[in-house]
């Protein structure tokens, strides 16, 4: 059977065909090779002069200029709690009273001692008189005379000894009443009345703790480095500057106590600021940003701290050339000083750094000014 085969002039007309159908069916989009990207827009402004104090930042403790441990010298039942949890206390004041009952007595017992002591005296004294008069009359003897004063003397040891034994019972008295030996914030009591204490143990009868509050102190771990430099000055910087998270505006403090030598395991040295923290609003444990001022205050640029990128290890800034054209700079940074960031090296004051749309541009890419060069 003979097989017939299309010809290739019915194939090409049925696929220009189908293209030209096909075509029809969506929107025709046009496309011009020799089209660019829009030119972005960005805002540009110039580094910000200022007087800039090169300064020491260190996480520092605050701590009391005072704490005290609040324990009884004496064995005894708590009596009575003279203060409110979380008082302030001033020196001197009641804050325990142990039952004074038997110490009391003991107090009485040795007064009664020390009465009996003097009459004793008095009559040894009586009869020292009338001994030495005979003696001196012929009618007693020399040992007699020798017995009756070492009587008189052994009767005023015996006053002394019971003076002694009437102060340790008025002492042991005044030591059932605990009062406060600073003056400061108090915190809870630790044992309720009606319990027994137990005294005169750094172990045990904790009653509560007592620290002062104004002053304070920050404590930070200088390095090495850092302690040369502070060294090199002629003078230590008057005023530290303190800031606390969470509290408005910073403190000034001073040094009051540099430490005697470096830490060998850690190589740091220990320096202390004080705090007058007169209204009393930091509370001692709280961690606290130390700044130390190094040096005389040295002209620095400062730029947004927003403005700068970092390539890997390196930190950037963008800027726009004369040309118009966004190029990186590499700069070395100092610390932030009034909110902006400060610019050790890298740049110069008439640099036009691209402060917002930087996300938008590379570096080589042509940009337009939104705004004219301004202060940073």
Do not use: W
């Amino acid at each position: 059977m003979k097989q017939i085969h299309p010809s290739a002039s019915a194939i090409l007309f049925v696929a220009i065909t189908s293209a030209a159908v096909l075509s029809g069916c969506g929107p025709s989009k046009t496309v011009s090779p020799g089209s660019a990207q829009p030119i972005a827009t960005v805002t540009v402004a110039a580094p910000e002069k200022s007087m800039v104090q090169e300064t020491l930042d260190y996480t520092g403790r605050i701590e009391p200029s005072q704490r005290v441990e609040v324990r009884s010298r004496l064995s005894g039942y708590l009596q009575a709690i003279k203060f409110r949890d979380g008082q302030q206390v001033k020196a001197g004041d009641p804050l325990f009273v142990i039952d004074q009952r038997p110490f009391a007595i003991a107090r009485d017992r040795a007064q009664a001692n020390f009465a009996q002591a003097i009459v004793r005296q008095k009559l040894a004294l009586k009869q020292l008189a009338r001994i030495t008069h005979l003696q001196q009359s012929g009618a007693s003897s020399s040992d007699e005379l020798d017995r009756i004063r070492s009587e008189f003397e052994g009767a005023q040891a015996a006053v002394l000894l019971s003076q002694a034994e009437l102060r340790s019972a008025d002492l042991e008295l005044s030591f059932a009443t605990i009062k406060s030996p600073i003056s400061g914030t108090v915190s809870d009591h630790r044992v309720d009345i009606g319990n027994y204490v137990v005294g005169g143990t750094a172990q045990g009868g904790l009653l509560t703790t007592i620290v002062a509050q104004s002053p304070l102190r920050a404590t930070v771990d200088l390095s090495e480095y850092d302690f040369a430099r502070l060294r090199q000055q002629k003078q230590l910087p008057e005023r530290i500057q303190i800031r606390l998270d969470g509290v408005t505006g910073t403190q000034v403090g001073t040094i009051d106590f540099i430490d005697n030598e470096i830490s060998a395991r850690s190589g740091t040295l220990r320096l202390r600021t004080s705090i007058a923290n007169v209204d009393k609003t930091i509370k001692p444990g709280s961690f606290a940003h130390v700044r130390i001022p190094v040096g005389a205050p040295e002209e620095k640029l400062l730029v947004p701290d927003s403005a700068i990128q970092s390539d890997q290890t390196k930190k950037l800034v963008l800027v726009v050339d004369a040309n118009g054209k966004v190029a990186p700079k590499r700069v070395e940074l100092g610390g932030l000083y009034n909110g902006k960031r400060v610019v050790l090296s890298g740049l110069s004051a008439d640099d036009k750094i691209i402060v917002s749309g930087a996300q938008r541009v590379r570096p080589g890419d042509s940009v337009k000014l939104s705004t004219p060069v301004t202060g940073a």
